[in-house]
């Protein structure tokens, strides 16, 4: 009998996809999340739930014991009242877990700005994943760098749907890689499949192309019949209320607006060209088609 395989944020944008794709495909699995309640649609297809606090180092090693591979990542907690701190706990967890439990291949969620040791909000945990994986000689480790989710453009919606406007903080001639998680759970999935992999690696996913937010825009709004959608740069101030209007905690407020300041500065870019390597296939185009407009129409 195969040894399983570990899925991190299970309930998520790209656990969710991991996870299905390897149940489809006969192997084995657990799949690690916050809520009992989330992780049973998995259990109930056969992959072997822990709820559990991702901040629990006994917990994890735990979960991660006998595996063959695990996908790893930081779980967003946008209420959390100090976010360096949550993100450096799950981080140090994480790569306790998977040594003390002797989990021989991992891949670990990352982000382009990964590289940089601070002034990234958000991405300087990712940097701080990535630094203490490392430390670890014998574990075979994939870092995927990925680029901006498509996904997050769903957080518009609501704006679309109560102003007719789409904005964030982000310079609107800013190009950015944008990928679907679709594409990322797919890299990942030959990742933790591949026991030829090796050593520390470094693996970007990109999307096909770059895209500023101002041709972003116009290609939701042509998927959902207002081709004359506007972009909007919201200042800081405004956009920081609006996060903590919401449910953010200051904290992480401030950790999104120095991340999206990173963006307009240039500085979370790849450090690799795009190529056959590291493009993923799902454009944006293909994305507002399918999964924005059907989250849009649900939200009506």
Request: proline fraction near 6%; charge should be positive.
């Amino acid at each position: 009998m195969k040894s399983p395989i570990v899925i991190c944020g299970a309930t998520g944008h790209i656990g969710s996809k991991i996870a299905g794709t390897l149940l489809g495909a006969g192997e084995p699995i657990r799949v690690i999340g916050r809520e009992r309640v989330r992780l049973g649609p998995l259990a109930g297809k056969g992959a072997e739930a822990f709820p559990g606090d991702m901040r629990d180092g006994a917990f994890l090693e735990k979960a991660f014991a006998g595996a063959r591979a695990a996908f790893v990542l930081i779980p967003p907690k946008l209420d959390a009242q100090n976010v360096r701190a949550y993100q450096d706990e799950v981080a140090e967890a994480l790569s306790s877990a998977v040594s003390k439990a002797g989990v021989p291949r991992v891949v670990a969620l990352s982000s382009i700005g990964a590289h940089l040791p601070e002034g990234t909000g958000f991405i300087r945990g990712l940097h701080e994943l990535e630094s203490k994986l490392d430390r670890h000689a014998k574990l075979t480790v994939v870092h995927l760098r990925a680029g901006y989710f498509m996904e997050n453009h769903l957080w518009s919606i609501p704006v679309i749907r109560s102003q007719g406007i789409c904005g964030s903080p982000v310079r609107s001639d800013v190009p950015i890689p944008m990928v679907a998680t679709t594409d990322i759970a797919g890299v990942a999935v030959r990742l933790l499949l591949d026991d030829k992999v090796a050593g520390h690696a470094v693996r970007y996913v990109l999307g096909p192309r770059d895209v500023t937010m101002v041709e972003a825009t116009g290609i939701l709004g042509q998927a959902i019949g207002n081709p004359g959608l506007k972009y909007i740069q919201f200042p800081e101030g405004e956009a920081r209320k609006a996060m903590i209007a919401m449910g953010m905690s200051a904290s992480a407020a401030d950790a999104m607006l120095e991340m999206e300041r990173a963006f307009n500065d240039g500085r979370v870019r790849p450090t690799q060209a795009r190529s056959t390597e590291n493009a993923t296939p799902t454009t944006l185009e293909e994305f507002a088609k399918t999964v924005f407009i059907r989250a849009y129409k649900t939200a009506a």
